[in-house]
């Protein structure tokens, strides 16, 4: 066996292990690192490196941030600070940004309960939810999936949350089962938009 064959062995047992990479797809993104300058390459490995060491979940909302600083979005003063919208993951949070009609704070869970997978309400960021919710909160909004595992997980936390909140959750039009992340920007936003009382 030759060593390059070895080494592009290398790199696709690598790229078989990120989860979310379709494997049709893997033999393209091989194609396209063989293909990539050096430089191209090194500057890659190098930010990939320091978002690693650099980034850390927010404290207050457990999105992505600079490690020791507060995410974009909690340092945005213009943003709406009354309103927070309750999600499960980093990438359902990016999905409602990319639709533009939301201007509130977040709040990222980590997950869904999940007691087949033993994940219960302390495996989720659901005591610091309800830790940061004070006199100025105005109204949670549930932008968990519309999956089982997500109406139950809000179902929960409302029975948690103090009397005097307006609790919503996204219209429907997020298709039952599906993920915000896969929904159109135009789907969210109408969502969004047309939110009803929990
Ligand atoms: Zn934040």
Redesign the pocket.
Known sequence: MTRQLLSLQKLVGQLQKIPYLASKNIYKVVGYFLEASVEDIEKLCKVLREAKENVDA??????W?EKNQ??S???NSSRKQDIICVVETWHDLMAIERAQEYKG??HVLGGVLSPLNGIGPDDLRIKELLNRINKSTEEIIFGTNPTPEGETTASFIATKLPSHLLISKLASGVPTGSSLEFIDRVTIAKALSGRQPF
């Open positions: 927010c404290a207050c909302c457990f999105n941030a507060k995410c979005i909690c340092q704070l977040y």
